[in-house]
């Protein structure tokens, strides 16, 4: 399709929405889902200060350009996707992924980018450390995972993003 | 809930997805999950050059208010709902209507968008120009609206956003 794009990105750098959002809009296009997923400022009942993430970049983007594919088969009218996941500290209320998938019409772009971040949460070898505001956080494994993998060497707990 | 807003907004200012994004996000949300409308380049095999859109403005944000309270109801962990659509001439890529809405967990958010966008197109008084690269533009109710408003005195044919 023209200027059709799978984007994915991992960064240490704040995420922009908006210029994420035009990345995938095109003259073709009419509509653009987006899912933003945020820190929030607790997880069950503990006050959380920030996340971190950390990934294994090389596997999680060769799955995440796997997963563009699987939403194209799934949805053939896509036009363009992109998935920005961000590594490090983030602080409560800025974004640590976000996607943005475009199409002509909009029934197709908002089914995939439900999909889509149901699938990196169970997919992508991401995890995260939740830094409470009263003693150590704790690095685990998303729950939502379906492989588990093992954490990087260093870490003993963790959690898939 | 603390610091839960309902914006609606009509107006003919470009619309900024980034902001739009960042005015529902709260330290107690993980999700904001959006969903820009924008203008094609095509309709039906025509060239479209513009759109332009009118609105019965006082009824619109009436509608569009009641629409958020449909939205609570429906889902009852949402924190933050914004409505964004512009008027007035629509460049082709720009955006012409903004939605996003944050919640806890990612399901609310997603599911509500939607729902959104499925009910604005059916109630909102909001009309749209097509501008053809040739000939002149049409302007007609939106095929999906379950109402049909009278359009505005002077305009004989028009869509529905």
């Known amino acids: 399709m023209e200027g059709a794009r799978d984007i994915v990105e991992l960064t240490t750098d ?7 959002s ?3 809009t095109h003259p073709t296009t009419g509509a653009t889902a987006l899912f933003v997923g945020t820190t929030r400022d607790n997880f069950e009942d503990k006050e959380v200060v920030r996340l971190e993430y950390e990934a294994y970049e090389g596997m999680a983007r060769k799955q995440l350009g796997a997963l563009c594919s ?9 036009h363009s996707i ?8 983030v602080a409560v209320t800025q974004a640590s992924v976000v996607i943005a998938i475009s199409s002509p019409h909009r029934r ?3 089914q995939a980018v ?3 971040i149901d699938r990196l949460k169970a997919i992508a070898p991401i995890w995260k450390k939740e830094v409470y505001s009263e003693g150590e956080g704790q690095w685990k494994a998303n729950k939502e995972c379906t492989w588990a993998p093992t954490p990087p060497q260093g870490l003993s707990k963790w959690t898939l993003s």
């Open 14 to 20: 704040v995420l922009d929405v908006g210029a994420i």
């Open 22 to 24: 035009a990345s995938v």
């Open 70 to 78: 699987e939403l194209r088969e799934k949805w053939v009218e896509l």
């Open 82 to 89: 992109a998935i920005h996941h961000r590594l490090g500290v």
């Open 108 to 110: 197709d772009a908002l």
């Open 114 to 116: 439900e999909h889509c």
